[in-house]
């Protein structure tokens, strides 16, 4: 049979709407970099390659709600119907590498928290393998850890199984012989997943890096815009100054004209303002 393969794709599907609507807090932060599964893997609180065994309905609790539907822990969750979920899982090896939970292959845990949420999924079908990311809460609840808002729960598949090869001690496991094939390199995997976080943050200080030099960037275009519009102010008021002095100039010729074609006529107003004097200290 097929492995099923809608779990990326629900999960892909769930968080593209939950952005679509906006404010429905499915918004990732600011600073969100995508992170590479052996990054994660590093970050993972528990590791276990594990078979479903069984499904149970959850009741509505704590890790159990969508958000339209919160209300008081263990009241009705109306509309839910099966979205959510948990799973009795067997451990086909020991968990991985630097995992916190010390219990060996074929043991069998409780998973909750599975099912269908607003902004994300984490699913599971009855009878199928898969690799795990988990935590454990302080009731000591074990629940899928989506390490950096991105997929915990990976179908085991050929390309998953290449994957998360340097993870496990295949001598413990169950199926060993599906997964050793592909451990001739561990080593060098293991070495590489040593140093992606040491290169993961090394490219996110260079990410901020660039990031502040783009803001000194647009600060500086922002301040070499103030001053262009400043220039181009100085220059119209100049040409507006040059323009009051030329029209000033062209006043003054023209009154200079005036007066120097009325000049000829002064003496002739002068003579008639001294007879009008001579006479009227006659009359008296």
């Known amino acids: 049979l097929p492995l099923p393969v809608p ?96 219990v060996p292959a074929g043991s069998r845990l409780n998973l909750t928290g599975l099912g269908y949420f607003s902004c994300h999924s984490h699913t599971v079908m009855q009878g199928y393998a898969y690799f795990f990311f988990l935590r454990m809460d302080e009731n000591y609840i074990l629940l899928p850890h989506g390490v950096n808002f991105q997929e915990a729960i990976f179908p085991d598949t050929q390309e998953n199984r290449r994957m998360f090869a340097s993870l496990f001690q295949f001598s413990n496991c169950s199926q060993a012989q599906h997964v050793l094939s592909f451990s001739s390199d561990w080593e060098i995997q293991e070495d590489n997943r040593l140093m992606c976080s040491s290169v993961q943050k090394a490219l996110f200080e260079e990410e901020d890096r660039v990031k502040k030099l783009q803001q000194k960037v647009a600060a500086l275009e922002k301040r070499n815009k103030q001053l262009r519009d400043r220039v181009k102010k100085v220059k119209r008021s100049l ?15 023209k009154l200079s004209e005036k007066l120097s074609s009325a000049g000829g006529q002064i003496p002739y107003i002068n003579s008639l303002k001294q007879e009008n004097s001579h006479g009227t200290y006659l009359k008296i």
């Not at 040409?239 to 010729?253: F, I, T």
């Open 7 to 102: 779990v990326p794709v629900l999960g892909l599907l769930l968080v593209l709407a939950g952005r679509a609507g906006g404010a429905g807090g499915c918004q990732l932060p600011a600073e969100w970099r995508p992170l590479s599964e052996g990054c994660r893997a590093e970050l993972a609180a528990i590791i276990v390659y594990a078979r479903v065994l069984a499904l149970h309905p959850d009741p509505y609790g704590a890790y159990n709600y969508l958000p339209w539907q919160r209300g008081p822990a263990g009241g009705p969750q109306q509309g839910a119907g099966d979205l959510f979920y948990s799973a009795e899982i067997e451990l086909l090896c020991d968990q991985a590498w630097g995992s916190m939970l010390e």
């Open 239 to 253: 040409r507006q100054a040059r323009k009051n002095s030329r029209h000033m100039e062209l006043v003054n010729r």
